[in-house]
C-alpha cells in the first residue's frame, strides 16, 4: 500500500512539474504577446511636420543633374534639396506660374 501511495505522490510530482513548465512557457509566450503590442504605443511618436511660407522674392529654384529641386535662400544662401519626382512637380508648377503671368 506504501508503495503505491509513494507511485502515486511520483507521479502527481512529475504531473505537477510539467504542467508548471508548460504554464510558464505559456504565460512568457502571452506576456511578450502584450509587451510587443505595448511597446509600439508607448513608443509611438507622433510626427510634427513644419510649415513654411516661401516668397517667390526670396528664393531661388534650381534643379541639379539628378533632377533634384534645390531651393536656395537668397539672403542667407541655405537651401533645401527635394527628391527628384517632387522637384519636377514643383518646379513645372512654379515654371507655369512665372510663364503664365509673362504671357498675360
Do not use: C, P
Not at 25 to 46: D, H, L, M, P, Q
Not at 84 to 102: E, M, P
Amino acid at each position: 500500500m506504501e508503495e503505491k501511495l509513494k507511485l502515486i505522490k511520483e507521479k502527481l510530482k512529475s504531473i505537477f512539474k510539467h504542467t508548471l513548465i508548460y504554464l510558464i512557457i505559456v504565460f512568457a509566450v502571452i506576456s511578450s504577446f502584450f509587451v510587443g503590442i505595448y511597446y509600439n504605443e508607448v513608443t509611438k511618436k507622433e510626427k510634427k511636420y513644419e510649415v513654411t511660407k516661401i516668397i517667390k522674392d526670396e528664393v531661388s529654384l534650381a534643379i541639379d543633374e539628378n533632377s533634384n529641386l534645390i531651393i536656395i535662400e537668397n539672403k542667407t544662401g541655405d537651401y533645401t534639396i527635394y527628391e527628384d519626382s517632387v522637384g519636377v512637380s514643383i518646379f513645372r508648377l512654379y515654371a507655369k506660374n512665372v510663364w503664365g503671368q509673362h504671357k498675360q
